[in-house]
């Protein structure tokens, strides 16, 4: 069954600027910082760092954070659906983003995300 990604660009005052992508899960969104972004091409790993579940309207928000950690921009760019092709890999289908990755646990909330 498929579901909903985003991907955003959050251009954070504190953490620096890196991509959000968030995976429909059941009512809210589970959500990933990745600093680098994530690769298109090859095997080059990327960190993804597992941050607190998003509601919808978190999620969909674009325009300017004025308080707390978050703080900075955020932009939409690209949305679709995912569905798990097995525990570690996900296909995505979205209008620019699309594939098949490999989101692997690392250690505590650090994760690695790499293009199958």
Same mark, same amino acid.
């Given at each position: 069954? &498929?579901?909903?990604?985003?991907?955003?660009?959050? @251009?954070? /005052?504190?953490?620096?600027?890196?991509?959000? $992508?968030? $995976?429909?899960?059941? $009512? &809210?969104?589970?959500?990933?910082?990745?600093?680098?972004?994530?690769?298109?091409?090859?095997?080059? @790993?990327?960190l993804?760092? +597992?941050?607190? *579940?998003?509601?919808?309207?978190? =999620?969909?928000?674009?325009?300017?954070?004025?308080?707390?950690y978050?703080?900075? %921009? @955020?932009?939409?760019? *690209?949305e679709?659906?995912?569905?798990? $092709? %097995?525990? *570690?890999?996900?296909?995505?289908?979205? &209008?620019?983003?699309?594939?098949?990755?490999? #989101?692997?646990?690392?250690?505590?909330? +650090?994760? #690695?995300?790499? /293009? =199958?």
């Amino acid at each position: 069954m &498929s579901q909903t990604f985003i991907l955003q660009h959050h @251009k954070a /005052r504190r953490a620096g600027p890196h991509q959000d $992508l968030y $995976l429909e899960a059941g $009512l &809210s969104f589970v959500a990933y910082a990745i600093p680098k972004g994530i690769p298109t091409v090859g095997r080059t @790993k990327h960190l993804a760092i +597992k941050v607190a *579940d998003h509601t919808p309207s978190q =999620v969909m928000f674009e325009g300017e954070i004025t308080e707390g950690y978050g703080k900075g %921009t @955020k932009q939409i760019i *690209d949305e679709g659906t995912y569905k798990y $092709l %097995t525990q *570690d890999i996900i296909e995505f289908i979205g &209008s620019t983003f699309h594939g098949k990755y490999y #989101l692997k646990h690392w250690e505590g909330n +650090k994760y #690695l995300i790499w /293009r =199958v």
